[in-house]
């Protein structure tokens, strides 16, 4: 494991990739496969119920005096990169295939990432209380306004049609548990704190889940075999440069706005990042079939290529920042 943290290779993704193999060789079919359908379904729901009992909506508030960064980090989030998402489509389908836009399009919406931006930039020497804050406000919101996001602009682009049946499992599988969570806060809260495993097996259990049974049903129907290596790169760079495209955003947001450098490393990491832990189980409940896993491919490279550039960056900003510091200090 030190050798894989020594090049910023992420153990889950690891993890993620063997499941991909092993759904390509041995797929769920029949009862199993039925009986999978079931065990995600309790997983997701298990998994928002616990993202309900953990975030703390009082302390979200109590930070909101910060509003300039907050609205800053949310409107990357929310705003501009669906904005870039639906842009996107002039690409499909002469350059990727559909289903793989969907996918791009699907990474647009999703929230930011809670645990590694706030580790990003206390390691870049950022505002770690302003990171805490809005990424955890950034995930409250993603529980309503993906969802929301994937039925007002897939449907309106063309990309997909999201039916009452998938409502229906939006509000059964995500807001129902996530408010039970909430409610449950006054008793789980403290308990769940002291057993941070519980939140781990929950939180890499359910994805991994999302991930064999989606990745099995595009085996079972062909779908993968029908996808062209080359629309795997095509894909793959386009988040590179989507990723890009986020990080560069966010570096000259925050000087446009005139934040100060530990509030832009805020603006950078939690505007550009986005959420596997939240956005493959929301992406289970929005879509079926074998063409989630190609949906749910888009967002398991952007993650993986935020995890490596951004650990990257946030060594070279702390560096930096404690250079500065030590010359002033002189």
């Known amino acids: 494991m030190k050798f894989l943290r020594r090049f910023y290779i992420d153990g889950f993704i690891l993890s993620m990739l063997a499941t991909v193999a092993l759904a390509a060789i041995l797929p769920a079919r029949g009862v199993f496969a039925e009986v999978l359908d079931v065990a995600s379904t309790i997983g997701i729901a298990l998994l928002f119920f616990v993202y309900g009992v953990k975030l703390s909506p009082r302390q979200a508030l109590q930070g909101l005096t910060h509003w300039k960064l907050h609205a800053a980090v949310v409107s990357m989030t929310f705003l501009l990169f669906p904005a870039v998402g639906i842009a996107l489509q002039l690409l499909s389908p002469a350059l990727i295939d559909e289903k793989l836009y969907m996918g791009l399009l699907f990474l647009c919406f999703v929230p930011s990432t809670v645990q590694s931006s706030i580790a990003f930039t206390s390691v870049a020497k950022g505002n770690v209380a302003g990171a805490i804050v809005t990424a955890s406000l950034s995930s409250v919101l993603g529980v309503f306004v993906t969802p929301l996001l994937v039925i007002l602009l897939m449907a309106a682009s063309g990309s997909s049609s999201v039916g009452g ?63 062209a290596p080359s629309q ?11 990723l890009a495209f986020a990080l ?25 990042n986005k959420s596997l832990a939240a956005g493959l189980p929301m992406a289970a409940v929005l879509f079926s079939g074998g063409s989630l896993g190609m949906i749910a491919l888009p967002l398991m490279i952007y993650h993986q290529a935020q995890l490596i550039v951004c650990a990257v960056l946030a060594q070279k900003l702390g560096r930096r920042n404690d250079e500065s510091a030590a010359v002033a200090v002189g």
């Open 248 to 272: 560069g955003t966010a570096f000259f947001y925050g000087k446009v706005l005139r934040f100060s450098q530990p509030d832009r490393v805020v603006v950078l990491f939690c505007g550009a």
């Open 232 to 242: 795997l790169v095509i894909t793959a760079v386009i988040c590179l440069a989507l």
């Open 165 to 227: 049946g998938a409502i229906f499992s939006i509000v059964l599988q995500i807001l129902v548990p996530f408010l039970l969570g909430q409610v449950a806060r006054r008793w789980l809260s403290q308990w769940l704190s002291a057993r941070p495993i519980v939140s781990k097996v929950v939180d890499r259990g359910a994805i991994l889940l999302v991930v064999y049974g989606a990745f099995s049903a595009g085996m079972v129907e062909g779908i993968w075999s029908s996808t």
